[in-house]
Structures are given as structure tokens and as C-alpha cells.
């Protein structure tokens, strides 16, 4: 199955963030691709550090949101947003 899948179009931002991991504390920096009201494409330099779920702290809009990891292509990643 290759058609759309995504529950809301979504927006290129080309923005900072960071993913707080709960269970350390950790804090990793990402760059947000693209995101709508349900979810994001996000990339992170140690994909291998990034958990299945997550909250999210974006720069351009200066939220946070609890994330889960739905894709995995390398170091970029698509996330639904928990509470969308």
C-alpha cells in the first residue's frame, strides 16, 4: 500500500527541535521537516538514541508534544502526535 496515509496535509517548516526522552532525561536536537495537526517529519543525528515515543519541543511554535514513532527511513522519521 504506497497511497497517502497522513490524516492532515502538512507544512514545510525547516525548523529546530529537541526530543526529550522521559525515562533519562536526555535531550536530543532534531530538525523538523515538515508537520501538521497530527504529526511531523522530524531527523536526528542519532537515530538510534530516539525512542518510540517522546515528547517534542519545537522552536517555531514553541510547543510541546508527546510523539510516537510511525516511520523510520534512516535518521529521518514520521510522528503522530499523541494528543492530535
Known sequence: ??????LAGRTDCFSAGHIMVADTGRRLRCLVWNMSDTG???????????PETFTLLTAIDQTSRRCRVVRRTGARFGVVFADA
Open 1 to 6: 500500500m504506497t497511497g497517502e496515509q497522513r
Open 40 to 50: 511531523a517529519l522530524l531527523e536526528a543525528g542519532d537515530e538510534d538514541a530516539v
